[in-house]
């Protein structure tokens, strides 16, 4: 199965992503795989079976959300300059979203700019992060604050990767599949509340359908103009969560869960969506175990650290938030006190 991806001519390139068994790929160049112990561990030995480059080397780096930072892409930076890769050269992420997020934005500075290509092992990176080329790391301010647009040059989806995944992780990964199916296909989402994505076929089914999404919206809007943004529906919640919490303490499916909550009570207060439907969504998330509260310690503390989202402008802050299952709205600037009306919910852990 491929699904392409067709950018504006101003973008990168078009490029394919492959759903199926991962394939023999061929490199004509210098190649370095980027990966974590765990998933080397794991897996190295099948994808260095499926990989033929004119040199080909590994440079393994620490695992953990806590790691996406500067220092661990300069190490990536510095085993690419000791191997003398060059312009021509190929990077492979090899691993989750993390992996992903940094193996990209490695390529797209390392002699300003080269290929690479994405073999996600994680459901959420497989539905989400190795598709749109958003490239990035972490700092003390926030999520993803520094990084580039960068499209790989390929994307491999093979579930096979999926079978050592922790049940904890594979939840992460169908918080961003309910997430796709709230916001752009309500038929998906009753698909999804009808069928177990513990069975193969659902899930190929469901990574299908997400990536399709993706790439419908994509697509559309590569740098995040328009309706790219919808797709952070629950992550500006989600962002400041990870940031309060400690980036490695909440999975980021995990915090995209709680945070599409959070956003389904704002739109429920602003009278744009059913307290109906918000508990369908809650249900289908409870129903793979993951979490729907956080306890919130200071509702203005977390208001103001919306502010240093990148999605912030002018003082201004956008919520993307549901008008019911299968459609979305922007909500522009709501009012503050609003906001911090449904923070405080949170903030006396009322929410079950």
């Known amino acids: 199965m491929k699904i392409p991806i067709s950018l504006p001519k101003s973008a990168d390139r078009d490029y394919t992503i492959t759903i199926d068994d991962m394939p023999h790929i061929k490199i004509d160049s210098k190649a370095a795989i980027v990966t974590n112990p765990k998933v080397a561990g794991l897996h190295l030995k099948r994808l260095l079976e499926r990989i033929d480059a004119k040199e080909l080397y590994i440079v393994v780096i620490p695992d953990g959300e806590e790691y996406k930072t500067m220092q661990s892409?300069?190490?990536?930076?510095?085993?690419?300059?000791?191997?003398?890769?060059?312009?021509?050269?190929?990077?492979?992420?090899?691993?989750?979203?993390?992996?992903g997020d940094m193996t990209g934005f490695a390529a797209s500075i390392f002699q300003r700019g080269?290929?690479?290509?994405?073999?996600?092992?994680?459901?959420?990176?497989?539905?989400?992060?190795?598709?749109?080329?958003?490239?990035?790391?972490?700092?003390?301010?926030?999520?993803?604050?520094?990084?580039?647009?960068?499209?790989?040059?390929?994307?491999?989806?093979?579930?096979?990767?999926?079978?050592?995944?922790p049940e904890r992780e594979f939840a992460a990964g169908v918080a961003e599949i309910i997430k796709m199916a709230v916001m752009f296909d309500r038929e998906f989402f009753l698909w999804l509340e009808k069928h177990d994505l513990s069975d193969?076929?659902?899930?190929?089914?469901?990574?299908?359908?997400?990536?399709?999404?993706?790439?419908?919206?994509?697509?559309?809007?590569?740098?995040?103009?328009?309706?790219r943004a919808v797709l952070n529906y629950g992550h500006t919640f989600a962002h400041v969560i990870e940031n309060f919490s400690g980036y490695g303490n909440l999975l980021h499916g995990e915090a995209v869960a709680i945070g599409m909550v959070m956003a389904n009570e704002l739109a429920i207060s602003s009278?744009?969506?059913?307290?109906?439907?918000?508990?369908?969504?809650?249900?289908?998330?409870?129903?793979?175990?993951?979490?729907?509260?956080?306890?919130?310690?200071?509702?203005?503390?977390?208001y103001e650290q919306f502010f240093l989202d990148k999605k912030s402008h002018d003082n201004t802050i956008t919520f993307i938030v549901p008008e019911e299952i299968g459609r979305y709205r922007m909500l522009e600037n709501p009012d503050r006190e609003l906001v911090l009306s449904v923070l405080k919910r949170f903030e006396r852990g009322k929410e079950d």
């Open 73 to 99: 892409v300069e190490l990536v930076l510095e085993r690419l300059f000791d191997h003398r890769l060059d312009r021509k050269s190929v990077l492979v992420a090899f691993g989750g979203g993390v992996i």
């Open 114 to 165: 080269i290929d690479f290509i994405q073999i996600p092992t994680t459901l959420l990176s497989q539905v989400d992060a190795s598709v749109g080329g958003k490239t990035g790391i972490n700092n003390r301010f926030g999520k993803n604050l520094v990084g580039a647009f960068h499209q790989p040059r390929a994307v491999y989806i093979d579930t096979y990767w999926l079978e050592t995944l």
């Open 200 to 227: 193969r076929t659902n899930l190929m089914e469901a990574i299908r359908r997400s990536v399709e999404l993706k790439a419908k919206v994509v697509a559309e809007d590569e740098k995040e103009k328009g309706v």
């Open 271 to 302: 009278g744009i969506f059913s307290i109906e439907e918000a508990k369908r969504v809650k249900g289908l998330l409870k129903r793979y175990g993951l979490p729907v509260d956080y306890p919130v310690e200071s509702a203005e503390r977390f």
